[in-house]
């Protein structure tokens, strides 16, 4: 069975954090600087996963955690507009 929505977006920004730490342990998106999230090889299953969000879930389905989510995977696609 297909994983939900809303799993596979909160499972898309995991794998982000992960990616980051793992290229930059130890440093905040502050810390890093410049337009380093557009090395980041996922971009296209997050945006694969967030248009899912917003065509086929209930906007009164989201939660905080979700939101919060989505709102930092737009922070951080800000250089490269896939989500925009």
Same mark, same amino acid.
């Given at each position: +069975?297909?994983? %939900? $929505?809303? =799993?596979?977006?909160? =499972?898309?920004?995991?794998? @982000?954090?992960?990616? #980051?730490?793992?290229? *930059?342990?130890?440093?905040?998106? #502050?810390?890093?600087g %410049?337009?380093? =999230? $557009?090395? *980041?090889? &996922?971009?296209e299953?997050?945006?694969?996963? @967030?248009?899912?969000?917003?065509?086929? @879930?209930?906007?009164? #389905?989201?939660?905080?955690?979700?939101? &919060? =989510? +989505?709102?930092y995977?737009?922070?951080?696609?800000?250089? %490269?507009?896939?989500?925009?």
């Open positions: +069975m297909a994983k %939900g $929505i809303r =799993e596979r977006l909160l =499972e898309q920004a995991a794998k @982000f954090r992960r990616w #980051q730490e793992t290229s *930059y342990p130890g440093k905040t998106a #502050q810390e890093i %410049g337009e380093w =999230e $557009i090395d *980041y090889p &996922a971009w299953d997050v945006w694969d996963a @967030f248009c899912h969000v917003l065509t086929d @879930f209930k906007a009164g #389905q989201a939660e905080e955690r979700l939101l &919060a =989510e +989505m709102i995977l737009i922070a951080r696609d800000n250089e %490269g507009e896939g989500l925009i």
